[in-house]
């Protein structure tokens, strides 16, 4: 597979995984906000305490299912890769297939969730006993794990790569 198709197919299921993760954070949000507590600014993570023991066991749950989906989304974008590949998969072809991917959700997570929420701060993302907090106009600190999770997609579509064109 020559680079540009690969793009374009990695930009396409990074939509789709974009989508569905998105919708599955929404979601979780209006449950139970609690569930992402690890993901809120450290001003309105020390106000709101130690997240209970019931979230922690939701968080495991949805933990796995989160997984399990991305597992699903990028194994299936997979298969039209190794189809137009011939069977094989090189490392090249994966890592930007994976980064390409990757990096879509990445910046829908910033400009369609993480800004939005923070311009708007919907009652269900407020976590109680919070309301009001700076650290919901925060701005910067979504920026800052926008700019984390660029080297966590670098460091995770190498290590992933590896293994896929060691497979394929």
């Given at each position: 597979m020559v680079p540009w198709p690969v793009v374009r197919h990695a930009l396409i299921w990074g939509g789709i995984l974009s989508a569905i993760v998105s919708v599955l954070l929404l979601a979780l949000l209006w449950a139970n906000a609690e569930v992402m507590l690890g993901d809120y600014p450290p001003d309105i993570r020390a106000k709101f305490g130690p997240m209970s023991a019931r979230t922690r066991r939701q968080k495991l749950f949805v933990s796995i299912i989160g997984v399990s989906v991305v597992t699903v989304v990028v194994t299936t974008s997979f298969a039209?890769?190794?189809?137009?590949?011939?069977?094989?998969?090189?490392?090249?072809?994966?890592f930007v297939h994976l980064?390409?991917?990757?990096?879509v959700f990445n910046v829908v997570d910033l400009l369609l969730l993480d800004w939005p929420l923070v311009a708007f701060v919907p009652s269900f993302f407020v976590l109680p006993g919070t309301e009001g907090m700076a650290g919901y106009k925060d701005y910067w600190f979504h920026f800052r794990g926008f700019l984390i999770g660029c080297a966590g997609i670098l460091a995770l579509s190498a290590l992933l790569a590896g293994a896929i064109a060691a497979v394929f």
């Open positions: 039209a890769v190794r189809a137009s590949s011939g069977g094989d998969i090189s490392f090249a072809t994966a980064f390409v991917m990757f990096s």
